[in-house]
């Protein structure tokens, strides 16, 4: 599992497994949901992330700093 934060645009991308998305689903408003030819959930966006709250207490997010290509 791959949890990453755009802080840019505030959205949260949960990557659950690396097989290819075939259809994206709107759960809410700010939720959507990414499944495979199967229809099993491949990644969850969350769009305003910081404004909802954590499922999980303890998730911290931690900057990276972003890599310049060569």
């Known amino acids: 599992m791959k949890i990453q934060h755009f802080k840019d645009t505030d959205t949260v991308y949960i990557q659950i497994t690396n097989n290819e998305v075939v259809e994206t689903k709107e759960l ?3 939720t959507l949901l990414d499944l495979d030819k199967s ?3 491949v990644a969850v966006t969350i769009e305003h992330a910081s ?3 954590i499922l999980l207490p303890n ?3 931690e900057e ?3 890599q310049q290509a060569a």
């Open 64 to 66: 990276l700093p972003v």
């Open 39 to 41: 229809g099993a959930l």
């Open 51 to 53: 404004e909802k709250p």
């Open 28 to 30: 809410n408003e700010d």
């Open 59 to 61: 998730i911290a997010f």
